[in-house]
Each structure stands twice: as structure tokens, then as C-alpha cells.
């Protein structure tokens, strides 16, 4: 099945450096979410986005809505230990959507080290 | 708490068994949604129900898999002739009809010998 471009794969940074990642798709999406998957767990939603160009934060995290509507960013900043996991964005469009049917990226690998 | 919750948590069976996962969402979320994520990919959507109809379903969805929502609340998923292809973990989310957001439970982990 189609799922959406994230770069990088995977990220090894240091504690309380800020991260950048980034979510791309050759569609229109409607709506953005971004998830924090942990091994052996479902994905978390950490933020939802709905119009191009909105940028939303929850606490250390900030997404925005690409202006193109075909992209994503998410960043976080000041990471500590517990960031660690896998980022997932997710996007719902509107002509292959369905009933909210969300596709998926590929996922980032974030690795903190102390 | 996301709301959901999947039993079993983990299940390991032998080619050509048949198994059922169960999903219990919060019951104020009309939608219930199954996915499956295999190894090192995101979540690939499975099907989804509105209260108790069944109103998509992706062609990952072969006809060895079913899936019911008879009261509209808890689901299940049968897996019938299990394949070592069907290893994977099967992800239930829930919803608002008019939320885009979705909320997963833990997932069933399958592993086919």
C-alpha cells in the first residue's frame, strides 16, 4: 500500500539538541497527525493539523501544515531520554480518504544519547 | 489510556490455525478502525466500521480475513489458514465520525510458525 516519504529514516542526536523531521507525499492531504510509536506499542497522536500553513505546538513539539498541502514538518526541541521511539506522520486525503482512512509515512528513528 | 483495548496482546500460532483478535474502544467513539504494521513500516489500513456497518475495506484485506462489529461497540478480526506472510501487529484505533483523529490501542502481536 502507499505510504508517505519521512526523512531522515533515522536521527542518533545528543540531549538537548533540537530536532527537525519531515513527512512528504506526491497528494493533497486534508489533514496532518503526527504519532510517537514505543516497541511493542500503538502509536501515541501528538498533534493534528488541518489547514496549509498551520503550525500547532504540544509543549516541546511543533508541526506545521505545508503550505502544499503534500508535506509536514515536525520538530522538537530541548530533546530529553524519553523522546526516543519512532515518529510516524499520518495524513488523510480527501479523494482516497474514505471515511478518515489515515496513511502512513515509512517512520524516524529518533536515538537520544546522554 | 487511548481508550482502547486489544486481547490478546501477543499470539503465536502455526500455519493454517485460525485466530481472532478482539478490540474494545470507549463506547462515546462511533468509528473503529484495524490496521496492520509489519516490521520497520507504518500502520497499513485494514478496514473500518461506523457503529456496526462495515464501510471499506483495503484489498490487503484477502478473504481469509473477516472482521465484525455486531453491536456496534467491541470488534473482531479472524484470521482464517494463517500464513507466515500474516505476521504482524494488528492495530485497532477509534474515533469521532467528524474527528480526523484516531487513537490506537496497543496491538495484537502475531507471530505464525
Known amino acids: 500500500g502507499q505510504q508517505l516519504n519521512q526523512s531522515p529514516q533515522s536521527m542518533f542526536i545528543q540531549e538537548g539538541e533540537d530536532v527537525s523531521m519531515n513527512c512528504t507525499s506526491s497528494?493533497?492531504?486534508?489533514?496532518w497527525l503526527w504519532y510517537k510509536q514505543d516497541p511493542g506499542e500503538g502509536p501515541v497522536l501528538l498533534i493534528a493539523?488541518?489547514?496549509?500553513?498551520e503550525l500547532t505546538s504540544n509543549g516541546r513539539l511543533t508541526a506545521q501544515f505545508g503550505i502544499t498541502r503534500k508535506d509536514s514538518f515536525l520538530n522538537i526541541s530541548a530533546s530529553i531520554p524519553s523522546d526516543v521511539g519512532i515518529y510516524f506522520c499520518?495524513?488523510?486525503?480527501?479523494?482516497?480518504?474514505?471515511?478518515?482512512?489515515?496513511?502512513f509515512g515509512t517512520g524516524t528513528q529518533l536515538k537520544v544519547e546522554l | 489510556d487511548t481508550g482502547v483495548s486489544q486481547d490478546p496482546r501477543h499470539k503465536i500460532t502455526k500455519r493454517g490455525q485460525n485466530v481472532t483478535f478482539r478490540c474494545d474502544p470507549i463506547?462515546?467513539?462511533?468509528?473503529l478502525y484495524w490496521y496492520r504494521q509489519t516490521l520497520g513500516q507504518g500502520p497499513e489500513f485494514l478496514t473500518y466500521?461506523?457503529?456496526?456497518?462495515?464501510?471499506?475495506k483495503s484489498r490487503l484485506l484477502s478473504d481469509r480475513f473477516s472482521a465484525e462489529r455486531p453491536k456496534g461497540s467491541f470488534s473482531t478480526l479472524e484470521i482464517q489458514r494463517t500464513e507466515q506472510g500474516d505476521s504482524a501487529m494488528y492495530l485497532c484505533?477509534?474515533?469521532?465520525?467528524?474527528?480526523?483523529?484516531?487513537?490506537f490501542g496497543p496491538g495484537t502481536r502475531l507471530t505464525v510458525l
Open positions: 499520518a495524513g488523510r486525503n480527501i479523494i482516497t480518504g474514505g471515511g478518515n482512512k489515515l496513511t
Open positions: 466500521f461506523q457503529n456496526e456497518a462495515q464501510l471499506e
Open positions: 463506547s462515546e467513539h462511533n468509528r
Open positions: 497528494s493533497i492531504f486534508n489533514t
Open positions: 493539523l488541518y489547514k496549509a500553513g
Open positions: 484505533a477509534r474515533s469521532f465520525i467528524e474527528s480526523d483523529e484516531q487513537f
